[in-house]
């Protein structure tokens, strides 16, 4: 098969969706793979290593695009609508739950949109989103601690504090990986954290796994309420996988808490869980409502591309391989977990959340295989 790896274009996003060592891999099994000229410069990988792997190099997007799979990191953006047809099998996150317009055009195009986000083995894990919400919870953590110093406009406090000095209250909303990354980081920083969830067994395992050093809460709109007035940082970290995030916090809600206090929205990518949230990028980061910081970056894992790329590109290679290997439709019809990854096929919506987000018909991917 013919791979393409284009350079990505969202703003300041310097990760690339193969490694050279991937890119040797598939050329080792038979396959071409065309990388844009530049493609992983941001993550501290040249044009000449590529080309050592066995990658061919190609100058122009439109060389790269012109592949039967290509392999991005983020959705298409505007300026590469042009570049989608009916054969092509796009293989990039899509979180198309938050993105109308995106999803019309990949309809219209009868484009194969297979979204990393939503692979999903029959263990109800999401290995192709787990790396990056690893690292997302991580820096979740490390961006709040920078916006609640005074000259970023927070409230002037150190997030573990010191001996006599209270350290700072983190609220978490979700205990999935993202939120639990993000205790693990604010705990290790000496925060107080405070983490919300609905399933109670997640809360369980958390506590337990965290040493019982955090505080539980059961998601209910008086708890997420009652716990943002006392937060000096709150990080949403909700996902219904494939599905726009449910708004848990209120517009009301943010105009209760504390004026320098920090918002970290990490659901951004999926329509967010804030009310005043919009996405936001690395060139112009953040925005004050009610004396409140918001950092809504949908692109987070982009300020660490070096370490970003390889935690993809470990993850999603297998994957890769096999449409590689069986193309399409057999390498849906031998992995349910790749089958379930897809959300547009021949010009119809195969992922329910995104369908119930906009209310268009579904159309279930076995009854068009």
């Not at 098969?1 to 969706?17: A, H």
């Not at 609640?148 to 978490?172: D, F, H, T, Y």
């Not at 050093?213 to 709109?221: K, W």
Request: aromatic share 6%.
């Amino acid at each position: 098969m013919l791979v393409g790896v284009p350079k990505e274009i969202k703003d300041n996003e310097y990760r690339v969706s193969l490694t050279p060592g991937g890119a040797h891999l598939l050329v080792e099994e038979g396959h071409q793979v065309l990388v844009q000229a530049g493609a992983g410069e941001g993550s501290g990988f040249g044009d000449a290593e590529y080309a050592q792997s066995g990658a061919v190099i190609v100058s122009t997007a439109a060389e790269a695009w012109a592949a039967q799979m290509v392999m991005k990191v983020k959705e298409p953006l505007p300026a590469e609508y042009a570049f989608l047809r009916p054969d092509l099998i796009l293989f990039t996150y899509l979180h198309l739950a938050a993105a109308e317009q995106l999803t019309r055009v990949l309809l219209e195009r009868k484009v194969t949109g297979i979204a990393y986000e939503t692979v999903q083995p029959a263990d109800g894990s999401l290995p192709l989103l787990t790396p990056m919400s690893e690292v997302a919870g991580r820096m979740a953590i490390q961006v709040g601690a920078h916006y609640l110093e005074k000259m970023s406009g927070g409230r002037g406090k150190l997030l573990g504090g010191v001996p006599g000095v209270a350290p700072c209250n983190v609220v978490i909303i979700g205990g999935g990986t993202v939120g639990a990354n993000a205790a693990r980081i604010a705990l290790g920083m000496g925060a107080q954290v405070t983490i919300i969830d609905k399933d109670l067994n997640r809360l369980r395992y958390l506590s337990e796994v965290l040493h019982g050093n955090l505080v539980t809460m059961m998601s209910n709109p008086r708890n997420i309420a009652l716990a943002a007035e006392y937060a000096d940082l709150l990080i949403g970290a909700v996902l219904v996988p494939g599905a726009k995030a449910p708004r848990l916090v209120t517009r009301e809600i943010v105009g209760r808490m504390k004026p320098g206090s920090v918002i970290v929205d990490v659901a951004v990518d999926q329509g967010g869980c804030v009310e005043t949230c919009h996405p936001t990028t690395h060139s112009d980061p953040m925005y004050v409502v009610d004396g409140v910081i918001h950092y809504c970056v949908a692109n987070m894992p982009g300020a660490v591309p070096r370490t970003s790329t390889y935690a993809l590109s470990n993850a999603t290679l297998p994957y890769a391989e096999k449409l590689a290997r069986l193309g399409i439709p057999a390498a849906l019809q031998a992995d349910t977990a790749l089958a379930r990854g897809v959300n547009t096929y021949a010009g119809h919506l195969t992922c329910q959340g995104v369908a119930e987000a906009f209310g268009w018909p579904y159309t279930p991917l076995a009854t068009l295989l």
